[in-house]
């Protein structure tokens, strides 16, 4: 069973900065890819970031220049950092294990509990 722990959530100021952490189980080997996603009140969850297991990484648009998707390999530890936060990137963050294909990532049944996000005007 795969098991993904988000954490580094919190209330931030418009500008402001967070690193969000995902630890995984020693059981992710079978996946090559790892995203962030987030889901603000009344809106459907979107994907902000992904990374494979080779390093590529790839940004919504919303988030480019802001945010940067990283990965501890030897932790099994994906990590978002955040930086220029505004109001519209409140939400709850999630972690997910995922495959990715020729640039394509596909999410798997595997998320974590989420981290809160809320940045103040």
């Known amino acids: 069973q795969v098991q993904l722990v988000e954490s580094g959530g919190g209330l931030v100021q418009d500008g402001g900065s967070l690193r969000l952490s995902c630890a995984a189980s020693?059981?992710?080997?079978?996946?090559?890819?790892r995203g962030w996603y987030r889901q603000a009140p009344g809106k459907q969850r979107e994907l902000v970031a992904t990374?494979?297991?080779?390093?590529?990484?790839n940004y919504a648009d919303s988030v480019k220049g802001r945010f940067t998707i990283s990965r501890d390999s030897a932790k099994n530890t994906v990590y978002l950092q955040m930086n220029s936060l505004k109001p519209e990137d409140t939400a709850v963050y999630y972690c997910?294990?995922?495959?990715?294909?020729?640039?394509?990532?596909?999410?798997?049944?595997?998320w974590g509990q989420g981290t809160q996000v809320t940045v103040s005007s």
């Open positions: 997910n294990a995922g495959m990715s294909w020729s640039g394509t990532y596909v999410s798997t049944s595997y």
């Open positions: 020693a059981n992710i080997a079978g996946f090559n890819a």
């Open positions: 990374i494979t297991s080779g390093g590529i990484t």
